[in-house]
């Protein structure tokens, strides 16, 4: 099972934008990249996610490298309501989805 | 679809009780799951269910047993409550997609549970 690497904290200036960083060079040719986010004590949220092309939808952009080896969780114009913790997981063939202890954004106005 | 549903969502449970947590999902999800979240600590994975009467252990199965007799029920008991299960617990769904796609994730409130 590919293991992602993600550093635990990051703070962003509010309406700048955020870039969450993943690393997870064992990943395989047909798994996918899945972000979700823990907003304090709530059960987490799914973002967004990829296989091998750049997605955007209304939440967040995601940038995966060429190799798929880590990729790169956006958020444009980050706001007070984006601090949360950032979960980067790769989900295995068998789902047994397990979640590591994610990057805790902090937005600071 | 009210999603995941998860009840009760807080319980004090006195050491070497027992309890079930309830879990209920409405989108005929095939994979369900059970997770523990201490304060401060990441989600770990205590058990999981790939489709009724299908169930495996997680990264943390100890002091837990759960059954999934239906696809919509997924209830974990906790049969002589420690100290040491005071936590929180989230349960969630997801869709069967088919392989190696990885599949979005739809997770419940939460269940605050302490035992003292």
């Known amino acids: 099972d590919a293991k992602t690497t993600q550093p635990t904290s990051m703070d962003c200036a509010e309406g700048r934008a955020a870039n969450l960083p993943c690393n997870h060079s064992?990943?395989?040719?047909?798994?996918?990249v899945y972000w979700y986010r823990q907003i304090h004590s709530q059960g987490p949220q799914y973002i967004i996610h990829g296989l091998k092309n750049n997605e955007t939808n209304e939440m967040a952009s995601l940038i995966i490298t060429e190799d798929r080896k880590s990729s790169t969780l956006i958020l444009p114009h980050a706001t007070l309501r984006d601090t949360a913790v950032y979960y980067c997981i790769v989900p295995p063939k068998n789902q047994k989805v397990t979640f590591g202890i994610g990057t805790k954004l902090q937005v600071i106005p | 679809n009210a999603g995941v549903t998860q009840t009760p969502k807080f319980r004090i449970l006195k050491i070497g009780q027992s309890m079930t947590l309830q879990c209920t999902q409405d989108?005929?999800?095939?994979?369900m799951y059970w997770y523990r979240q201490d304060p401060g600590m990441g989600l770990k994975l205590i058990y999981y269910s790939v489709g009724a009467g299908i169930t495996d252990k997680g990264e943390v199965p100890n002091g837990y047993n759960v059954s999934r007799s239906t696809t919509e029920d997924f209830p974990l008991r906790l049969e002589l409550a420690a100290p040491s299960q005071t936590s929180v617990y989230f349960c969630?769904?997801?869709?069967?997609?088919?392989?190696?796609?990885?599949?979005?994730?739809?997770f419940g409130e939460g269940s605050w549970l302490t035992v003292v």
């Open positions: 969630a769904s997801s869709p069967l997609q088919g392989s190696f796609s990885g599949n979005t994730i739809y």
């Open positions: 989108m005929n999800h095939n994979y």
């Open positions: 064992t990943i395989s040719g047909n798994e996918y």
